[in-house]
C-alpha cells in the first residue's frame, strides 16, 4: 500500500471513497476555472481511473491527499508523465487539484515539496516541470515557492480548443542541481 506523510498531510493511493468527492471537485466552476471545463461524473470517476492506475503501473503519480482526523480526501498532487505530447514531451510534471474549502493552508506547497523530492530522491529524476493556463496566477504561485523557474517559451495547449483564452500555457522547471542546491541554502 502507497502511503506517504508530510507534517500535516497524507499522501496516498486511491480508494474508491475518494471518487464522489473528486466528483464534486471537478464540478465546482472555482475549481475547474483555469480548465475548458467542469467535469461530470462520469469523466471525473474516468480521470481517477486513469490516475490510479498510472499509480498501480509505476508507483507513483498524482496521489490522492487527505488530512488525518479531518478530511480523508481533499484532493491530488504528485507527479505525472503527460498523456499528450507537448513541446517539451518527454516529461514528468508536478501538479496538483485540491478541494477550494482547503485552498490557503500551504497544503499544495506541501505536497508538492514531498512530491518533488520523491522524484528527485526517489526516481532521480533529472528535471521535473510544471505548466498552467498563463491566467492561473495561483498556481503560478505554488511553482513560485517550489523554487521553479519561469521559462518563457509559453506554449499552446493541445488539449486546450483553439481559441480558448485559457490555451496559451507558461511553462516552469526545476533541475535536480537546483533542487538540491535550494535544500542547502
Known sequence: MIKFRTERLILREWHNSDYPIFARINADPDVMRYFPAILSEEESNANADIISALIEKRNWGFWAVEIPDIAP??????????????PFSPCVEIGWRLDKKFWGYGYATEAANFALKYGFAELNLDEIVSFTSEKNLPSQAVMNRLGMRFDDDGFEHPSVPVGSPLRKHVLYRISQEDWRTGLDS
Open 73 to 86: 480526501f481533499i484532493g491530488f498532487v504528485g507527479l505525472h508523465v503527460p498523456l499528450v505530447t507537448l
